[in-house]
C-alpha cells in the first residue's frame, strides 16, 4: 500500500509538472512587464521552476520544526527522520532556487550573483540549514535527535525572518532588482498564475514523496544499525 501511494504520488507529481512546463512552453506568452524592464518577456518563465522551488521550501522548513516539536513531546524516531528528510530535500529545493534566480540574474542583469538583499537573505537559509546538516552529522547519536529538533525549531525563524521580513522592509525593496514586486501587484497575467499554481502542487507532491523515501532510508539505517549490535 505505502508502495502503491508513493507511485501515485510520483505519477500525479509527474503529470502536473510536466503539464506545466508544456503550457509554460506552448501557450504562455512573454511578459509584457518583463519584455519592458530586461528586454526579455520570455525570462519571467523562470518563476515556474524558481518561486515554486522557494515556497515549497519554505513551507518545508516550517513543516521541520512541527516535526521537532513532536519529537521533544514524544520522543518517537519517525518524527525525527521526518524531520530531518524534510531539512535534507529543502534544503536541495533551496539550492536549486538560488541557482534558478542566479540564472535569471545573469539573464535579467548581466551577472550571475550581484548580492541584491533576496540574494543575500537566500544564501543565509543556505548557510543556517547546512550548518544543520554538520551539525546533525557531528553530534552523538543519542543526543542527535534532540539538538537536531531544537535546530529545527530555531531554524523555522530565522526562515521566516530572511524568507518574508527582511526581503520586504521598505529599506531593503528600495535597494533590490528582485521583481518580487511586479509579480505581487498583478504584473504578471493569468496565463502565468495558472501555470504557476500547477507547478507548485507539482513540486510539492514531489517534495512529499522525496521526503517520504529519505525518511524510509533514515529509518532503515537505524534498525540495521541496532541489529548489528
Request: charged share 15%.
Amino acid at each position: 500500500m505505502r508502495r502503491q501511494r508513493g507511485q501515485m504520488l510520483t505519477a500525479i507529481a509527474g503529470i502536473l509538472l510536466l503539464g506545466a512546463f508544456a503550457l509554460a512552453f506552448f501557450w504562455v506568452p512573454p511578459a509584457a512587464e518583463f519584455q519592458r524592464l530586461y528586454g526579455n518577456g520570455h525570462i519571467a518563465k523562470i518563476v515556474f521552476v524558481h518561486v515554486p522551488l522557494a515556497i515549497v521550501s519554505f513551507i518545508a522548513f516550517v513543516v521541520a520544526a512541527g516535526f521537532g516539536v513532536a519529537y521533544l513531546r514524544t520522543r518517537r524516531l519517525l518524527w525525527d527522520a521526518l524531520g530531518a528528510a524534510t531539512i535534507e530535500v529543502a534544503w536541495l529545493y533551496a539550492v536549486l532556487a538560488t541557482v534558478t534566480g542566479a540564472w535569471f540574474a545573469r539573464l535579467a542583469w548581466g551577472a550571475w550573483w550581484n548580492w541584491d538583499p533576496r540574494q543575500t537573505t537566500m544564501f543565509m537559509v543556505l548557510l543556517t540549514y547546512t550548518a544543520y546538516l554538520l551539525v546533525r552529522g557531528a553530534v552523538d547519536e543519542e543526543r542527535r535527535a534532540s539538538v537536531s529538533a531544537v535546530y529545527a525549531i530555531l531554524g523555522a525563524g530565522a526562515s521566516l525572518m530572511l524568507y518574508w521580513v527582511v526581503p520586504y522592509l521598505p529599506a531593503i525593496q528600495q535597494v533590490s532588482l528582485h521583481p518580487s514586486g511586479i509579480i505581487a501587484r498583478g504584473g504578471l497575467d493569468a496565463s502565468y498564475r495558472s501555470v504557476l499554481l500547477l507547478s507548485t502542487l507539482g513540486m510539492g507532491l514531489l517534495f512529499v514523496q522525496l521526503v517520504r523515501l529519505r525518511a524510509t532510508l533514515e529509518l532503515a539505517e537505524r534498525r540495521l544499525i541496532v541489529a548489528s549490535r
